[in-house]
């Protein structure tokens, strides 16, 4: 049975990171804004990590994480010198290691903390359906939550100076802009996770119980 189990996930991890792949490099997953990229990669890194367990949320986090360096230094948008090493910061004329940290960590951690998030929920609620169904839905939103705090707050604190100077902005001002990305970006990416979570996360619960 644990030999079953096991190979049930290889297959489902292999699946996931297949998709996640399919949605960075075609227009599936990636939204392109004249700023930034909205995403919602997030959504199968959070739905694997519930079905999978927070170590392999973290590993398509990470799945996330570098596909998005890759298409951020093969398609750059404004922003892409925030997650790409290999494209120069504004006003040098290289790039930072900190796009790999910006590009990578945080989407490490989306998984383990809608897994934390999902487990304490159906704990305390001792596994009831429809408290599932809730669970899913508030995991899925924080999930995303946590995707676009770091990765923006990040930003702010690595790159503000770069940040300014793209925009034509005092760096006093920054922060408010941030805040307006984190509020068009960050909002509907959480709406779309708290839907789709629980409508993906349910059904595959009930049929992966069958191996």
């Known amino acids: 049975m644990a030999r079953r189990a096991a190979i049930r996930d ?3 991890l292999a699946l996931f990171v297949a998709i996640l792949l399919l ?10 804004l004249p700023i930034i990229k909205a995403t919602i990669l997030h959504v199968p890194v959070i739905i694997g990590a519930i079905l999978m367990g927070p170590k392999k949320g973290a590993f398509l986090g990470a799945v996330f994480g570098i596909a998005s360096l890759i298409k951020n230094t093969m398609i750059p948008s404004a922003l892409s010198f925030a997650f790409s090493p290999f494209i120069p910061v504004p006003g040098t004329d290289s790039g930072s290691v900190w796009a790999v940290v910006i590009s990578i960590i945080p989407r490490m951690l989306i998984g383990p903390a809608a897994w934390l998030i999902y487990k304490g929920i159906e ?12 669970g ?26 770069a940040y300014a100077a793209m925009n034509g902005i005092p ?3 920054v922060l ?3 805040l307006g990305i984190v509020a068009a970006n960050g909002i509907p990416e959480a709406i779309a996770a708290a839907v789709l979570v629980p409508i993906i996360v349910l059904p595959l619960q009930k049929f992966l119980k069958q191996y």
Do not use: C, E, H, Q
């Not at 704990?123 to 809730?134: E, L, P």
């Open 176 to 178: 408010a802009a941030i």
């Open 23 to 32: 949605m960075t490099f075609t227009p599936i997953g990636l939204i392109d």
């Open 123 to 134: 704990k305390i609620t001792s596994s009831k359906i429809g408290f599932r169904a809730v």
């Open 171 to 173: 760096v006093d001002a």
């Open 136 to 161: 899913a839905v508030i995991a899925g939103a924080f999930g995303a939550i946590v995707n676009t705090a770091l990765v923006m707050g990040l930003i702010y604190f690595v790159f503000k100076d």
């Open 10 to 12: 290889m297959v489902l």
